[in-house]
Each structure stands twice: as structure tokens, then as C-alpha cells.
């Protein structure tokens, strides 16, 4: 007959008082506490098979989606944490899964590669626009804003932002919604200080408009990467660009009276974004720290909170459906910094 030993031991516990604990107790707790764990290890596990397929992810070999699903687990963690907050109503805003959730800070940074802009051109101050605008307003609404679209792995968000305000500027004058090319400004602009994925700003992309024109996405069609300028048809040339007074009121009533307009903000941070109003008061805000350019659409408020509509070009999958509402009126991420929109 075989003997097996066991060691028999005790653990003091505190439940309103002292006690004791004896073997078979124990060991039903460590059963519960290795149970909570596999169902967590189960659930980000699903999450990361869900990820990949929503966001068509594939790895080079096992090392390399064993190192990015443990990322993804760090910011899966991250986004659980807040959105218990969240929860609890203690923030505004949520955050979720989305492709850039098994990225790096350093990684994602790389692709937030907007360039300090020389600011030329005109400015548009409060003195100079005489008119009430809505107290909300959603270009989207009108018509005037085309489709979101997505950058890809080309940090080439100034140029969704130049193209994005060109669009919108000639829907309100034509009445036609064209979506222009984005992969123009990228490869054809260097001479005006961009550097196409490695980055630039929505001023080079308008003044290139200005002195050569810009042609339909459909002519010239997005990429993703450098390429070399081709030769396109000219749609449109746009006769200057207005920049705007680093004042949120001013930029309210340019957007309720002009339409849509280019904005430079702080971006780190909202990668994770899911919805609601984005109110961070830890968000940088000078200007030296802008470093992603987006087309605010509108504005409005939502649970008595004041919010800027914006449409980042990330894809309808980022966000809700593309766009993120950043809170006004405090120059929330640097919004007020650097603004500016085309003149057909």
C-alpha cells in the first residue's frame, strides 16, 4: 500500500478577527486564485486573436507576435484601467482596442511626424470676422467633409490635413464634394520643407496648392510610402491660405462661417482613444510639442461639456467611426496653436 505525506499547515487570516485556515481551505483558494488567473490569460488571449484579425495583423515569426502580444497585453491593461475610472464617471472619455495596441510609445511616435510649421500666410483674427455663428455646428451634417481615411504606416497626417481642408473649402464653394490626392502633397512637396512620411505640415502642402495645383486622388492615388512627383492633372489651384489667430474663439467662428479648417495637436496620448470628450489637463499644449495636424469639422457639447469635432485620419476603425471630440476652451493638447484653411 502506497503512502503519500502531507504536509499539513495553517495560514492566519483576518475576517473581522483572527483565524485559521487548514489545508483543504488553502488549497481551494489557491485553485480560485490560479482559476481568476487563466480566465484573464483566456481573455487577453481572445482579445489578441480578435485584434489580429480585425486589424489584419501578421508577424515575421513566433518571437516576434510573442513580444507584441505581450505589449498588447501592457496597453490592454492600461485601457482597463482607465476605463474603470471611466466607469465610475471619474473621466470623460474611454479607451479601447484598436491596431495601435500592439505599438510602442517610441513606435507610435514615429508616425506622429508633423513638422514645426513656418506659419506664413495671413492671419485671421477675432476683429476680422463679423458674424454669430451656432453655438453647435457638424460640417458632416452639410456634406462638406469627405470620407476618413487612413495614413497607414506613412507619417503623412499633415497632408490629410491639407487635403481635408482643400476638400471641404471646395465643397463650400461648388457645392461638390471631390476628394483629392493626399500621395501628391507627399512625393511633390519636399521643395517646400516636408519630407513626406518622415513627416511635415499642412502650410507646404497649401502652398504647393497655390503654385502648381493639386489633382484628384482617383488621378493621383494614395500609396502610403515615398514616391517620386508624377506628372498629374492639375483640379484644382487654390488662390492662398488664412492662418489663424491662436485663439478658440477666433477658430470658432472661422469654422462656423468659413467651414472646416486645419489644426496641429498633441497626439501621444489619444492613440487609445474610443469615445466620449477627450479632457486630459496633462495633455502638452505648446506649441513645441504638437506633433500630429487633423480637420476640425465642428463643434458642440455633450454632457454640459464644450468640444471640439475632429477628423483624424486614422481610419473609421480608430475613435468613433474616425473622429474624436477633444474638450474646447482650454487649449486642450495645443488645439489653438497653429490653425489654418485655404482660400479658392
Known sequence: MRHESVCVFTILVWTGGFHYLGYTTMKFLIVLVAVALAANALSDREQWDEFKLKHGKSYRNLAEETRRFAIFQDNLRVIEQHNAKYERGETSFARGVNRFTDMTKEEIKKLLNRKPSPKTGNTMTAAMINATVADSLDWRAQGAVATVKDQGDCGSCWAFAAVGAMESAYYMKNGQ???????????????????????????????????????????????????????????????????????????????????????????????????????????????????????????????GQDYWLIKNSWGTNWGESGYIKLARNSNMCGIAQDSAYPVL
Open 177 to 303: 464634394l471631390v476628394q483629392f490626392s493626399e500621395q501628391q502633397l507627399i512625393d511633390c512637396t519636399t521643395s517646400y520643407g516636408t519630407v513626406g512620411c518622415d513627416g511635415g505640415f499642412m502650410q507646404g502642402g497649401f502652398e504647393y496648392a497655390h503654385d502648381n495645383g493639386i489633382s484628384t486622388e482617383d488621378a493621383y492615388p494614395y500609396a502610403a510610402k515615398d514616391q517620386s512627383c508624377q506628372s498629374t492633372t492639375v483640379f484644382l489651384t487654390i488662390s492662398s491660405f488664412v492662418q489663424i489667430e491662436q485663439n478658440e474663439d477666433t477658430i470658432k467662428s472661422v469654422v462656423g462661417t468659413v467651414g472646416p479648417v486645419g489644426v496641429a495637436i498633441y497626439a501621444d496620448d489619444i492613440v487609445s482613444y474610443s469615445s466620449g470628450v477627450y479632457d486630459n489637463p496633462s495633455c502638452p499644449n505648446s506649441s513645441e510639442e504638437l506633433d500630429h495636424e487633423v480637420l476640425l469639422v465642428g463643434y458642440g457639447s455633450e454632457n
